[in-house]
């Protein structure tokens, strides 16, 4: 089997556009080869600044062939009276390249037709490339295109060259107003080029060897850790390293050299998140730190280039680190000097969102919020309510801090620092520090209760306001992160098993507003849409931990107000589906809801679920109604301490008399008081299922 390369050679790419190429690159070739019928073992992609290689192995050098049967026009109209060929056959042969003594009667459903059996496929896989490539090239999105010189074409930044090679053969085609060829072209300055490349199977190696490129990004990577972790071990340090930035200046560099610098110890004065903050955000630096987490006055930065005089490349980046430290201390110098007081007054000129007032009001309505949160979650407790009450009132002061403002990463954060040199309590800090905690589907949750209270309340208050304001997401658009925050409060009610329910959490966010605002929606539509929208979220996520769809719709319609009872429900339903007797009891279960609906509901009969045992009279009727007595009061006890396996369990226990009583009883009898008796006890039954989900969404 054979090889086929293509490199798309380009001016330097953004790092964050690579991971995204790689893929669309590799999926869209692999379509494009399995669509052609050409067989192939694997693709595989990699990418540096200024290129993207795809390399396709075990390509076969031809299409697949096959033998396909193409029918023509009905045997009616293809021969005359006479049996002759008419106009509509021979146009028919003519158009398929056959001749038409080859053809054949096909029967189908319709009738006869004529057809012809004909090869197809057997196409050069190198003609297919040159006719394929240049479409894939020109569809690769990018989240930025660009133009250049006069040309109408587009792409993430001006190409500069196309290699293209199927084994030792160039694939001809051009992209833009560049032709194919067999070069490439390295490092700027290490190995600039063009240098020819006799193979497909060559060129890594002449990457590698004359032009000074490092392909793989998962090498450079381990170039990068490799060479830094020795340097720090150099000065009894380790590297505090951050994926999201070791993806980035792997991404910046095709030739990586790392260089460790140094900065003036007194520097070390500003809080670590700060100093990290200049280092990562401003000069992709990594900071490092001693074995018990203290910061050194060094920093690891990665180069694109072995310099003839490393130590002057040195220099600059120490002078460049330097000016951004003085910056950062003298912020954090002066707003040591302010207070919150001063800052609480500066957040009534800071707008939060036009129509909600500022985030001075936005801090007032987040301290009644978190008290009230704190009195539900913790049963009352004062010490809780007064901490969660001061965090929600100095959450956002840190918002018109001198750091904050040049460093805007650092909100929340700084606001605990400074919470704790102003002297606030650990509880209040440590909750302003959390606050925007979750901040993705990866990021770690608010480790304490203050701050798992007071980010619960900080969303709930956004998603009040916006739905009130009918600003609801849409399929395309979601400009106030509402479903974020949506997923952060679930994440956090689960990692906190916290019972609190979410309609009563919105309901007292809308209430925080007042009167304040002149709402688009009446409120109690706009908590319908909240809870609504809260409950499709809930959905994705427990379909994402790998749930099924079905299962987790049939506990949400039961109720999805306590997302930690959801949980528990979902989890026990999920066990009870592995188990034999699942399917009979999702039919049996169905059926007792299905004729409360049509029998009952829709009948308009009024139904209270309590039966009336003087009126049973079949035995499976007595037994059934027996046995559901019975069951009633071990049903709330297992209810209460949350054990739903054993209720899942329980009705498991129930069902051989259920089915007994549908086999042997005509619930829709003659006697209209023992037909509405018969339908109460199964309301009765209903009523309990439906606490547990709603058996009527599953389907078997």
């Known amino acids: 089997m054979s090889v086929f390369v293509l490199e798309i050679g380009s001016e330097e790419l953004p790092a964050r556009f690579l991971p995204g190429l790689e893929k669309e690159l590799g999926d869209r070739l692999a379509a494009f080869l ?3 019928h050409v067989e192939f073992e694997s693709v595989s992609v990699e990418t540096t600044p200024r290129r993207a290689v795809a390399t396709v192995r075990g390509i076969a050098l031809r299409q697949s062939e096959a033998e396909e049967v193409v029918s023509g026009p009905p045997v009616r109209i293809a021969f005359d009276a006479e049996g002759k060929p008419t106009k509509a056959a021979e146009g028919f042969a003519r158009t398929q390249g056959v001749d038409l003594a080859d053809a054949f009667t096909l029967q189908t459903d319709k009738g006869e037709y004529i057809a012809v059996r004909k090869r197809v496929g057997g196409a050069a896989t190198a003609d297919l490339l040159a006719l394929g490539c240049p479409v894939i090239i020109a569809a690769l999105p990018f989240p930025k295109k660009m133009k250049w010189a006069s040309l109408e074409y587009t792409y993430a930044r001006p190409l500069r060259w196309v290699f293209a090679m199927l084994d030792d053969q160039v694939v001809p085609f051009a992209v833009a107003d560049l032709a194919t060829g067999n070069t490439t072209r390295g490092h700027r300055v290490h190995g600039p080029g063009p240098f020819a490349v006799a193979g497909a199977e060559q060129l890594e190696g002449v990457l590698q060897d004359m032009c000074g490129v490092v392909l793989s990004g998962a090498r450079r990577r381990a170039v990068i850790i490799e060479e830094g972790n020795r340097l720090a071990a150099s000065v009894g340090g380790n590297v505090l390293w951050k994926e999201a930035l070791l993806d980035e200046v792997q991404g910046l560099s095709e030739h990586p050299v790392a260089c460790l610098g140094g900065f003036d110890p007194s520097f070390l004065e ?19 730190a001693d074995s018990e987490g203290n910061l050194l006055p060094y920093f690891l930065t990665v180069l694109n280039i072995t310099p003839k005089d490393e130590a002057v490349v040195r220099k600059g980046w120490e002078r460049v680190l330097r000016a951004r430290l003085e910056d950062a201390r003298f912020f954090w110098r002066n707003d040591l000097k302010s207070s919150f007081d001063a800052w609480l007054e500066k957040l009534d000129s800071v707008i939060f969102l036009a129509p909600l007032g500022s985030m001075g009001n936005k801090t007032r309505r987040l301290s009644v919020l978190c008290g009230e949160l704190a009195v539900a979650a913790a049963q009352g407790a004062s010490d809780i309510k007064a901490d969660a009450e001061r965090a929600g009132r100095l959450s956002k002061a840190d918002l018109v801090s001198e750091m904050v403002y040049e460093f805007d990463s650092l909100q929340g954060i700084m606001g605990g620092i400074y919470a704790r040199r102003m002297n606030e309590s650990e509880a209040v800090a440590q909750a302003i520090s959390e606050q925007y905690l979750p901040a993705g589907p990866d990021s770690p949750v608010p480790s304490s209760l203050c701050g798992a209270l007071l980010s ?7 998603l009040a306001g916006c739905f009130g304001l009918n600003t609801i997401p849409t399929g395309a658009a979601d400009p106030y992160g509402l479903r974020r925050c949506c997923l952060a409060i679930t994440r956090i009610l689960l990692d906190r098993d916290m019972h609190l329910p979410v309609s009563a959490i919105f309901r007292m966010a809308q209430a925080g507003y007042g009167d304040a605002i002149q709402w688009k929606l009446p409120l109690p539509e706009a908590h319908a849409k909240m809870v609504e929208f809260f409950t499709l979220r809930l959905k994705n996520y427990f379909v994402s931990q790998g749930y099924e769809t079905l299962l987790v719709e049939a506990v949400l319609n039961a109720g999805a107000d306590d997302v ?5 429900r979902l989890k026990a339903l999920a066990a009870f589906s592995r188990t034999q007797g699942f399917a009979q009891a999702v039919l049996t279960f169905k059926r007792a809801a ?17 039966p009336d045992a003087a009126l049973f009279e079949d035995d499976a009727e007595k037994a059934f109604g027996a046995s559901l007595a019975a069951m009633a009061p071990r049903f709330e006890a297992l209810w209460a ?4 396996d054993a209720l899942f369990g329980l009705l498991e226990e129930l069902r051989p008399d259920v089915d007994a009583f549908f086999d042997k009883v005509m619930v829709m009898c003659d006697d209209l008081a023992v037909r509405q008796n018969r339908l109460n006890l199964l309301m009765s039954l209903v009523r309990k299922l439906g606490r547990l989900a709603d058996f009527a969404a599953l389907q078997l």
């Open 594 to 610: 299905n004729i409360i609906r049509k029998q009952g509901e829709e009948a308009g009969a009024m139904l209270d679920g309590i």
């Open 456 to 462: 619960i309340a900080d969303k709930a208050d956004t």
């Open 34 to 36: 399995a669509e052609s």
């Open 270 to 288: 500003l809080p670590k998140e700060a100093l990290l903050t200049s280092m990562q955000s401003h000069q992709k630096s990594f900071g490092l």
């Open 564 to 568: 930690c009872d959801a949980r528990a």
């Open 641 to 644: 301490a949350g054990d739903f």
